[in-house]
């Protein structure tokens, strides 16, 4: 993966996938800004919000953490 210069992107819950669906449409904009600044190779995380940030907006955007490089 490093060598062809790869971005992945790993979903982060233990939801079920129907779950993850809104949560992660709704994470669209971070995860294209993120594509969009990262150079490749990388590999992030993205989390769904969090059940306060869900139950205050069911619309929350989640977030994402660069796991490699650092």
Do not use: C, D, Q
Not at 15 to 42: H, K, S
Not at 56 to 65: D, K, L, T, Y
């Amino acid at each position: 993966m490093i060598g062809h210069r790869v971005r992945l992107l790993v979903i982060v819950s233990k939801a079920p996938f129907p779950v993850l669906a809104a949560p992660l449409v709704a994470t669209r904009g971070p995860v294209e800004a993120f594509l969009e600044r990262a150079p490749a190779p990388a590999i992030a995380k993205v989390y769904r919000a969090t059940p306060t940030e869900l139950a205050e907006n069911p619309a929350a955007a989640g977030r994402i953490v660069r796991w490699y490089p650092k």
